[in-house]
Structure formats: structure tokens, C-alpha cells
């Protein structure tokens, strides 16, 4: 039997039901096989840039400084299909475990195994796997001496660890090491928007589902999604990000020609009101109607994908992903005067795009809503929901941004472009959850 009594049809980024009468705890990342596939292959996948490998040992220039008298002259690239070999057999632990070499341009995109992840604590077992592997690959496929060998490290792990992070490192991975990590459950939560913007190749709506199983995974990891407070965060990840009951696709499309954030909020709260989430609780003398709930949770659902919608429409008209602080802040405040109810997240996220706006372009201008994420110290008070409106309006974006994720984040669309689970998150959660509803 279902924990929850919550029952939702999903769409698609089409408008298009994909899935009836599906059980909240059937999208949960505990039990929907897609949002675990999305995480596995998250912590797992790593990419090996062999040019850059190849042109930092010849030129001597490793992790950032140049060693004149070091330099190694060999044709990495040429023999990739022998490197990705001998990289998988140092990284399988046994044949039909998963592990995937796979040759993209001038990379190796592997992907290690979960029985070697199930032998380590942390995530970045994958990094430090395939970096040794490589390492080794390296010297023994062109029989580098044993005084030159420091060098294929330095080209392939950077300048760790002189450094807490593998700075210059011709290895990658889409999640940041645990030291830049605000706390814990912070992993999921550090990946940039941009990033997102990158694997869902700008389709908003895709871009929106995966930022949101990305913070609400974080949010259980985190043990904030524990007991009481699992149902919120459910209801959440439903309606913000897979489109539960087609209200975020109904909402744009309702407000996407001529519409306003202000005519968000009027749509929202008429939803709201007909589907029995909010009633009147008075009307004070000057007319105005002070509104309630019975259910909390629901109605944090209904604000935060309004958030999203308002961000669309908004950001959507301009073209400009710099309008996503402006537009979360005064779309909460408004909001919360229409209703006399608390906005998205009971009030952090209009906290946060106070704060955003300074950070993003304002007098201090550090760089553009592309470079957020969850683990942001202005973004990370808002949990689960905010981040995904930052992804919306970054895959909207026209060209504006001077940090686009076309130059911060191409590698992962390289990456993970193929894979199905990110480029079209809505319909594999969806799929996914059909089944789960039938074993409860």
C-alpha cells in the first residue's frame, strides 16, 4: 500500500500525458529506477581529456605551471583505442559489471562500475579510479621511466594533491570534490546550472526536472526529506519539476504571449482555488480576501511551481537569464500579498533573490545566474525548489550571459548526451513510476 494518499497524472514538456493516476511515492528518488539510474551514472561517469593530456606532456606545461626539460612526446590520441583497453580492464572488476569505455573526439568517457563505488564511502571513487587507471595506462602502454612518471600524474590529476581540488586536471567530473562542499548532502546540489542547461540542451522544461530531482535527492541526503517532511518535498519534485497534472506546461502556456508575472500569480491562485488547495478565511473591510490552506505542503508545491512558470514567461520574453533573482523575489512578494500565504520554500526563496541579484550582475557582479547551484552560499538556504527556476532561465537565455553554458559546461553535454535519463528526465521518472504503481 502507498505511504501517501496523493495520487498525480504526469506530462511530458509537451503538455502530454504520459502517465495516469501515479502514486506520489512512485516518483521518489528511493523507489523510481530513473532518478536512481540519474545519480548513479552522476557520480560515476567520468571523462578523460587525452589531447589535453597529450599537449600539456609535450609542451611540459602540467596542473598549471611549466617544466621546462620534462616534456614527453607521445601519441596519446593516436592509440585511445588502446588506452580505453587497458583503462577498462584496470577499472572492471568483473565482465557484465557495467563499466563503459567509450571513445567521444579526442576523450574516453568512462563510466566505473558500482561494484568498485560499493567498495569506497565516497563518490569520488569514481574520479580517483579512472585518474589512477589512466596514470598506469599511460606508463605502461609507452613504457615511460620511472623519473618522467610524475609528469603523466601531474597531466592527468592536476595539482593534487598540492591542492584540495584537481586543479588542471585533464580528468573530469560533473560533481565538485567534497571539500567544496558546504555540508552534508551537498553533492547533487553543487552541480551549476549551466551544467543542466548543458545535458537537457536547453529544453526548459527537461532542464527544470532534472535541477529538481538533482536538489531533492540532495534534500534526502541531506535528511531533510525524513518523516513529516518527505511528502513536501514529493509533492515538490511532482508538480515543480515532472509537471504533475500539466499545471507548470497550463501555466506558460496560459501566460507565455501576453501574460505577466503578475497574470502567473492570478492563473496560480485560480488554480489553486478551484482545486480546493486554498479557500477564503476572511475578507477584510477594504475587500481584500485573506486565504488558508489545509494542506501546506501542497500549496508550497503550487507556489514553487508558479515560481518556475512566472521565471518562464518573464525570462522568457526578455531572453535574459538575469532577470531569475528579480523575478523569484517579486514574484514571492506579490504572491504572498495576493494570498496571505508564504511563498515558495515558506519564504527562502524570496530571501535568496535578494541576494542573487547582488551576486549575479549587480554592483558585485561575480559572474552570471549560469554559475549557481544549491551549494551557492547566496542560493543554498532555499532547498529543492529555487534552483530549478535558475535552470529555466538559464535555458532560456538568448545569448547574454558572458559565462553561457555553451563555454562552461560543453564537455558534459559530450558527456552525457546520449543518455536518455538526462536529456529526457520527464519521460524515463515517468515510465519508471508506472511500474513502481503497480507493485503498490
Same mark, same amino acid.
Given at each position: 500500500?502507498?505511504?501517501?494518499? /496523493? ?5 511530458? /514538456? ?16 528511493? #523507489? ?16 578523460v ?8 606532456l ?21 592509440n ?24 567521444k ?15 569506497g ?11 589512477a ?10 613504457k615511460i ?7 603523466v600524474?601531474?597531466?592527468?590529476w592536476g ?8 586543479q ?11 571539500q ?37 535527492? &540532495?534534500?534526502?541526503?541531506?535528511? /531533510?526529506?525524513?518523516g ?11 508538480y ?12 506558460v502556456?496560459?501566460?507565455?504571449k501576453? &501574460? ?8 496560480l491562485?485560480?488554480?489553486?482555488i478551484? /482545486?480546493g ?7 477584510l ?11 501546506l505542503p ?8 508558479g515560481?518556475?512558470?512566472a ?7 526578455? #531572453?535574459a537569464?538575469q ?21 515558495a ?7 535568496? &533573490? ?42 532560456l ?5 558572458t ?14 548526451g546520449?543518455?536518455e535519463?538526462?536529456?529526457r ?7 519508471e513510476?508506472?511500474?513502481?504503481k503497480?507493485k503498490?
Open positions: 500500500m502507498p505511504k501517501y494518499e /496523493d495520487v498525480i497524472d504526469l506530462y511530458d /514538456d509537451n503538455g502530454k500525458r504520459i502517465a495516469k493516476d501515479i502514486p506520489l511515492e512512485a516518483i521518489s528518488p528511493l #523507489r523510481n529506477a530513473a532518478i536512481k539510474k540519474i545519480v548513479s551514472l552522476t557520480k560515476r561517469t567520468i571523462a581529456d587525452l589531447a589535453g593530456i597529450e599537449k600539456g609535450k609542451s611540459g606545461s602540467v596542473a598549471g605551471a611549466m617544466i621546462k626539460g620534462k616534456e614527453i612526446d607521445i601519441p596519446l590520441v593516436k585511445a583505442a588502446k588506452i580505453a583497453g587497458i583503462v577498462k580492464e584496470k577499472v572492471q572488476v568483473f565482465d557484465g559489471d557495467g563499466t563503459s569505455v567509450v571513445i573526439g579526442n576523450r574516453l568517457v568512462v563510466v566505473v562500475p558500482e561494484a568498485r563505488m560499493d567498495a564511502i565516497e563518490y569520488t571513487t569514481g574520479f580517483t579510479a579512472v585518474a587507471a589512466v596514470t598506469e595506462a599511460i606508463i605502461d602502454e609507452f621511466p620511472m623519473y618522467e612518471a610524475n609528469m600524474k601531474a597531466a592527468v595539482r593534487y594533491p598540492q591542492t584540495i581540488t584537481f588542471g586536471a585533464n580528468v573530469k567530473s560533473i560533481l565538485e570534490v567534497p567544496n562542499n558546504e555540508g552534508a548532502g551537498f553533492a547533487l546540489r553543487n552541480i551549476m546550472a549551466n551544467h543542466v542547461v548543458s545535458l537537457v540542451n536547453r529544453n526548459a522544461m527537461q532542464g527544470t526536472a532534472l535541477s529538481a530531482i538533482f536538489e531533492q535527492c &540532495g534534500s534526502y541526503e541531506m535528511g /531533510d526529506l525524513i513529516n517532511f518527505e511528502r513536501g518535498g514529493l509533492l515538490s519534485l511532482a515543480e519539476g515532472l509537471n504533475a497534472n500539466n499545471m507548470l506546461y497550463t501555466l502556456k496560459k501566460n507565455g501576453t &501574460g505577466t508575472v503578475g497574470s502567473v500569480i492570478e492563473s491562485m485560480d488554480r489553486a478551484d /482545486d488547495v486554498i479557500s477564503v478565511k476572511e475578507t473591510p477594504s475587500g481584500y480576501k485573506v486565504y488558508t490552506t489545509k494542506d501542497l500549496w508550497n508545491a503550487y507556489a514553487s511551481t515560481m518556475v512558470a521565471v518562464m514567461v518573464n525570462v522568457g520574453a526578455a #531572453r537569464a532577470g531569475v533573482p528579480g523575478t523569484v523575489l517579486y514574484y514571492n512578494d506579490l504572491l504572498e500579498h495576493e494570498s496571505g500565504l508564504p511563498g520554500d515558506f519564504g527562502r526563496s524570496e530571501g535568496v &533573490g535578494v541576494g542573487m541579484s547582488f551576486f549575479s550582475h549587480s554592483i558585485y557582479g561575480g559572474g552570471g545566474p549560469g554559475l549557481f547551484h544549491g551549494n551557492h552560499v547566496v542560493t543554498r538556504h532555499a532547498k529543492g525548489v529555487l534552483i530549478p527556476a535558475v535552470t529555466a532561465a538559464n535555458c537565455d538568448g545569448g547574454t550571459q559565462f553561457s553554458a555553451e563555454a562552461t559546461s560543453g564537455l558534459f553535454k559530450e558527456v552525457f546520449d543518455i535519463e538526462f536529456a528526465p520527464m519521460q524515463c521518472v515517468a515510465a513510476a508506472k511500474k513502481v503497480k503498490l
